[in-house]
């Protein structure tokens, strides 16, 4: 679903994409019970990532609008 058009959209849940999403849950688990995780090897993908106000990459700053 596209909250900005309003468009949904089909996706096919195959083997590959329900492997990926039990991965990705347990890695959320594994940070939600204090695992801190590695830092990304490429900062320079870090501006448009939501983590990078937690991440130990990226230097914590104040963003102005």
Do not use: F, S
Request: proline share 11%; aromatic share 10%; net charge positive.
């Amino acid at each position: 679903y596209y909250a900005e058009t309003g468009e949904t959209a089909e996706i096919p849940l195959t083997q590959d994409l329900k492997t990926l999403v039990l991965y990705t849950a347990d890695k959320i688990r594994q940070i939600y019970t204090g695992h801190t995780p590695q830092p990304r090897p490429h900062p320079n993908k870090c501006p448009g990532c939501w983590y990078r106000k937690w991440c130990a990459t990226t230097p914590t700053t104040i963003e102005t609008i």
